[in-house]
């Protein structure tokens, strides 16, 4: 069945911050703190084995550098955070000040990396979606704490996970034929250095617009394309 990963993922995501949100009082905030630490930790650790994996460092650096100049020229960041304080204030949270910061932050883990692409690709083509079970596994244990932690905003990149992943996985078979395996380690090690970006951010140590990288993820495969031999 076409798509069954994504709508697994996306329940997972769902229960896991709906029982975050349970479960958060009863949890005190030095404990919250140190296991979103603890997940920071591990993000940076996948971001760079991710990143280690390029054949040739120019391409994922470049790549993420130009991405960087037509994310900010789109300003990606800005208006992914202009919906989380558009859902806010429908939804009667003006003074929740960690709900967007909770929907940006979970909506950039959960919805970039080599799971995403690869397990779309396997949802789209109509295997068994193995990938994004596993996938589903830790992002319900990460939104779990998200929110106990953020709150709402963790729940709301449960739609976040329902458009990208449906959308690659829509496209699945077309990116399986298309994309050549040299083009998707690249991929993996543009995505690699905004996960490695995300890591930084839940550590508290940088305040990174990740959002302006996204698209050099598209920038990577073209880049390969134009100039790898």
């Given at each position: 069945m076409r798509g069954l990963g994504t709508v697994v993922n996306v329940a997972a995501?769902?229960?896991g911050s709906c029982l975050g949100m349970l479960v958060g009082r009863r949890i005190p905030p030095r404990v919250k703190e140190s296991v979103v630490a603890a997940i920071g930790l591990a993000t940076v650790v996948i971001g760079v084995s991710d990143a280690l994996g390029t054949r040739n460092m120019v391409f994922p650096l470049a790549a993420t550098a130009l991405g960087a100049v037509v994310g900010e020229a789109l300003r990606i960041d800005g208006r992914l955070a202009s919906i989380g304080d558009s859902v806010k204030r429908r939804i009667g949270r003006q003074g929740d000040d960690r709900f967007t910061e909770g929907f940006v932050t979970a909506t950039l883990l959960f919805c970039i990396g080599?799971?995403?692409i690869l397990g779309g690709i396997e949802d789209g083509t109509g295997h068994v979606p193995r990938l994004y079970f596993v996938k589903s596994a830790l992002d319900g244990t990460m939104?779990?704490?998200?929110?106990?932690q953020f709150g709402p905003g963790a729940a709301l990149s449960a739609v976040s996970v329902l458009v990208v992943q449906g959308g690659i996985a829509a496209c699945g078979s077309v990116l399986d034929r298309v994309l050549t395996e040299r083009q998707t380690v690249e991929l993996f090690a543009t995505g690699g250095l905004a996960v490695v970006a995300i890591g930084l951010n839940l550590l508290g140590v940088a305040k990174i617009r990740v959002a302006s990288f996204l698209p050099g993820l598209i920038i990577a495969p073209v880049l390969v394309a134009v100039f790898a031999r």
């Open positions: 995501v769902l229960v080599p799971l995403t939104s779990l704490v998200f929110g106990s």
